[in-house]
């Protein structure tokens, strides 16, 4: 993960949104919009830190969950594509890919193999990077690079700095 040394290792949720600024995106989400990250030592909860990347922006949080909600990424998806990745300290894992507002694929990435049905969303990628199929190992390395794959957001030199945020009550 040399490409995300900002994310949190034990816990982290990381929201990859195409097309979209880091001021954008936030607004999507209806809170206040601060530049850069003057206050992040002030805030306990809710932090959310926008990124700019190529294709767009990410959003992370440290041990944070936000960007696997329903509400969070139905309009946060509206007229484009995300991708987040959380863990938590407890491995508990997601990968959630919604487009326009609806849900297209989510499952665990570190049990992968535990799915009851694997959906046919992205399998090829999925195969590939290890994240379907009867010998796949998954990881949050791989679940990382299936969110780049599937909204074209990748972390660049400039996604090491925080270019606004914004706290989420939820």
Do not use: Q
């Not at 990250?37 to 805030?43: A, L, T, V």
């Not at 909860?45 to 969950?65: F, K, Q, V």
């Not at 030199?157 to 925080?162: E, I, K, L, Q």
């Amino acid at each position: 993960m040399n490409d995300y040394e900002w994310l949190d290792d034990e816990a982290f949720c990381a929201t990859f949104v195409y097309g979209l600024t880091p001021h954008e995106a936030l607004a999507r989400l209806g809170v206040e919009v601060f530049d850069g990250d003057d206050e992040e030592g002030d805030i306990d909860e809710g932090l959310i830190c926008a990124r700019p990347a190529e294709g767009g922006t990410i959003l992370s949080e440290d041990n944070g969950y936000a960007g696997t909600l329903a509400e969070v990424l139905g309009p946060l998806s509206a007229g484009t594509v995300t991708a987040s990745v959380f863990v938590n300290v407890n491995k508990v894992a997601e990968f959630v890919h919604y487009s326009d507002g609806r849900e297209i694929l989510s499952f665990d990435p570190l049990f992968p193999h535990h799915e009851e049905s694997v959906p046919d969303d992205f399998l090829a990628d999925r195969i590939e990077l290890g994240l379907a199929g009867d010998k796949s190992e998954g990881g949050l390395a791989a679940a990382l690079r299936l969110a780049e794959r599937v909204t074209g957001v990748r972390p660049d030199d400039s996604s090491d700095v925080v270019a606004a945020h914004g706290v989420l009550d939820y």
